[in-house]
């Protein structure tokens, strides 16, 4: 059985920081050296992602009108559009992992999510 322990506070805090590295990063670590879409990816998606935990309700969304399971589900087609980037848009090098390192990240966080159902039986 997985233990799962992120709940929905926890992840709340994860959101902002996550996105602000989705928008940063790019330009830190220069990516893009094996594909435009490499840095452009990333920081299109770390808007979105902070647009997203604006709008989710949750104790840290400010507008809180998306329920935080469509959060959790883009969440995972995020993981997954990440983990798969480098094999279909031909990333290599350090954007081959920062992508797969966040992608398998994510799918990480989604797959350990505990929900507010299982924190009321358990």
Known sequence: ???????????AYLDY???????????ILGLGASHP????LSV???????????LTDHH???FKVLPYK?????DGAVGAVFTLAPFVLGFSGLDMIYYLANGLTVLAVVGL???????VTA
């Open 17 to 27: 920081p996550v996105a602000l590295a989705l928008i940063g990063l790019p330009f």
């Open 44 to 54: 299109v998606t770390g808007v979105a992602a902070f647009l997203l935990t604006v």
């Open 113 to 119: 999510h505990k929900s507010d159902d299982a924190a």
């Open 70 to 74: 469509l959060h959790l589900a883009v």
């Open 1 to 11: 059985m997985i233990m799962r322990f992120i709940t929905k506070n926890i992840h």
């Open 37 to 40: 879409l490499a840095f452009t």
């Open 60 to 62: 840290l969304g400010v």
